[in-house]
């Protein structure tokens, strides 16, 4: 079984920057793409951005230019920059992680964590 444990959120005001953390643990043989998503009230859940076992990076337009997106292979980590926030990055974020244990795929999400921006 694959644990996901994130950190990071918290309240900013716009134009601030908040920087959000993801460890996988457990059994894992190896790790595909590494992502992050997020929810706002009353809206879908998105892809905010996603990082491959290759470092290739992709971003939803909302925030190109603002978030970065990287990962500690070694570490099993991954993390999100995100600088200039807006009000509309205010949701929860969630850290997403899918690749192979030694039995079997896996695709496992973080609990989740709040941010919020306003002044």
């Known amino acids: 079984q694959v644990q996901l444990v994130e950190s990071g959120g918290g309240l900013v005001q716009p134009g601030g920057s908040l920087r959000l953390s993801c460890a996988a643990s457990g059994s894992i043989f190896a790790i595909n793409a590494m992502g992050w998503y997020r929810q706002a009230p009353g809206k879908e859940r998105e892809l905010v951005a996603i990082?491959?076992?290759?470092?290739?990076?992709n971003y939803v337009d909302s925030v190109k230019g603002r978030f970065t997106i990287s990962r500690d292979s070694a570490k099993k980590t991954v993390t999100l920059q995100m600088n200039s926030l807006k009000p509309e990055d205010t949701a929860v974020y969630s850290c997403?992680?899918?690749?192979?244990?030694?039995?079997?795929?896996?695709?496992?999400w973080g609990q989740g964590t709040q941010v919020t921006v306003s002044s």
């Open positions: 990082i491959t076992s290759s470092g290739r990076t």
């Open positions: 997403n992680v899918n690749g192979r244990t030694y039995g079997a795929n896996f695709n496992s």
